[in-house]
Nanobody
Framework: QVQVIESGGGLVQAGGSLRLSCVAS????????MGWFRQAPGKEREFVASILGKGVNKEYADSVKGRFTISRDNAKNTVYLQMNRLKAEDTGVYYCTTAYGRLSGGGYWGQGTQVTVSS
C-alpha cells in the first residue's frame, strides 16, 4: 500500500513563505514523477507544479511561476514545494501526488494539507 503524506501547511500573512513536504512510500522513488495540486473553497482542484524523477524537468502553473519552487530529495523519498510571496488566492488544500514515470491523472494521492494566506 503506497502512502503519500503531506506536511508543512499553515496560516501565513500575504507576502510570507511556507515550505510543504511530501513523503511517498514507493520503491525506487527516482522512477516516480511527483506533483502538487491545490483546491480552493468552491473551486476545482488545479495543477500547481510537477517534477520528474531525476529532478531536472519541472513544470509550474502560470499563477505560481517565479514564486513557487518544486524540488525533490530522492534519498529521502521526499518532494518539496517552497512557496514565496504568498497571496490570498494561494489559499487552499494542497495535495501531493505521485505516479510511475509521468503524472497522468491517476497515481497516488495524499490527504492534503491546508494553506491559508491572510490578506
Amino acid at each position: 500500500q503506497v502512502q503519500v503524506i503531506e506536511s508543512g501547511g499553515g496560516l501565513v500573512q500575504a507576502g510570507g513563505s511556507l515550505r510543504l513536504s511530501c513523503v511517498a512510500s514507493v520503491r525506487a522513488f527516482e522512477n516516480y514523477a511527483m506533483g502538487w495540486f491545490r483546491q480552493a473553497p468552491g473551486k476545482e482542484r488545479e495543477f500547481v507544479a510537477s517534477i520528474l524523477g531525476k529532478g531536472v524537468n519541472k513544470e509550474y502553473a502560470d499563477s505560481v511561476k517565479g514564486r513557487f519552487t518544486i524540488s525533490r530529495d530522492n534519498a529521502k523519498n521526499t518532494v518539496y514545494l517552497q512557496m514565496n510571496r504568498l497571496k490570498a488566492e494561494d489559499t487552499g488544500v494542497y495535495y501531493c501526488t505521485t505516479a510511475y514515470g509521468r503524472l497522468s491523472g491517476g497515481g497516488y494521492w495524499g490527504q492534503g494539507t491546508q494553506v491559508t494566506v491572510s490578506s
